[in-house]
């Protein structure tokens, strides 16, 4: 072996290794045969126009990475001995037999939220009955009335202060199981930000109107995305999250809930949507401290009826 060959040998393997570190964080692996592709920049394996890095479907099989047997392999599905629609290793009852800590009410929650496009994962942390039950109750009749695309429900470990998250290139909404997600007023604030994230991607017309009418404004400024809240200054909006301080200190006013709600039009869109979902249901005094809204000054805003008026009181 040359040593150019043996060097390229080296630098393969240590991708790989970064690679598999990188997987185990997220709590799932990718079978053997998914190769490490050497430019996720430029790559697309499945030929779907959508490069790598962006794919929630990479081999292009109709089924999610973070539910895929094989997220790299469209020949392999992976087993679905009941037939049921869904892949024996996230199935919560196969063949009519429960999986350890699963109920009868869960496994049968799991077939509608199937149904409508919502994809359980519950490898790493389990979800619950009772926040099973309230995302039937409550997401539900949302979805029924303004359709979302199929998306993945990842209970995920402690991180940090984190309490959720949605990552659009991989379809999938993580919600953190940690003390505050106990609170239930808590975990149903959160997950009600984190699915109004996938609903401003897929519905960009009711956000981009929502971003308007409240006062944001973007320009591109030395190959960058800049956003700005009325008159104020412009930040850039990829790491807007840097100048929190700030912010914070310049943008005022009612509309905003929160002072999260103030770093950037996507925050203040998903803020909105948690206050006025606390709002329907009496503002209970342990999400607001979990939560910090200001819901008292909110309730009369405008972006609070703007959303009754665009979305209405779900």
């Known amino acids: 072996m040359t040593g150019k060959k043996r060097r390229l040998g080296v630098l393969v393997g240590a ?33 779907d126009g959508i490069l790598n890095k962006n794919d929630a479907d990479l081999d292009g099989d109709g089924i999610l990475n973070l539910i895929d047997v ?59 009955e009772e926040e099973m039950q309230w995302i039937n109750d409550e997401i539900f009749p949302t979805i ?10 990842f209970k995920d470990r402690k991180r940090g202060n984190e309490t959720g998250r949605y990552v659009h290139n991989e379809r999938t909404m993580y919600i953190t199981s940690n003390d505050v997600m106990k609170v239930q007023r808590c975990f149903q604030s959160t997950f009600t930000h984190e699915f109004f994230h996938i609903f401003a991607k897929d519905h960009a017309d009711i956000y981009q109107e929502f971003t308007r009418d409240m006062g944001w404004r973007f ?9 700005q809240y009325k008159s104020g200054k412009f930040y850039p909006e990829k790491v807007i999250k840097v100048y929190r ?10 509309d905003f ?58």
């Not at 994809?119 to 979800?127: A, K, L, T």
């Not at 029924?144 to 429900?153: A, T």
């Not at 320009?219 to 956003?227: G, K």
């Open 257 to 314: 809930p929160s002072d999260y709600s103030k770093l950037g039009p996507s925050e203040m869109f998903s803020e909105v949507a948690a206050a006025s979902f606390l709002l329907s249901r009496g503002s209970p005094t342990d999400a607001v401290v979990c939560t910090k809204f200001n819901l008292g000054s909110f309730q009369g805003s405008s972006a609070h009826s703007w959303f009754l008026d665009r979305i209405g009181n779900f």
């Open 70 to 128: 094989d997220p790299c392999d469209s020949k392999i599905f992976g087993e679905d001995h009941d037939q049921d629609g869904i892949l024996d290793h996230i199935d919560f009852e196969v063949s009519g037999q429960l999986k350890p800590n699963i109920s009868q009410n869960m496994a049968e929650h799991q077939k509608k939220f199937w149904e409508k496009g919502i994809y359980i994962n519950n490898q790493v942390m389990s979800w619950n």
């Open 245 to 254: 301080s700030e912010i914070e200190k310049e943008i005022k006013g009612p």
């Open 15 to 47: 991708l790989c290794g970064f690679y598999i570190l990188f997987l185990v964080d997220l709590q799932f692996s990718y079978a053997n045969s998914c190769e490490l592709n050497s430019d996720l920049s430029r790559n697309d394996d499945d030929g």
């Open 144 to 153: 029924h009335d303004f359709k979302v695309q199929p998306f993945v429900l």
């Open 219 to 227: 320009s591109i400024q030395e190959n960058v995305r800049m956003v």
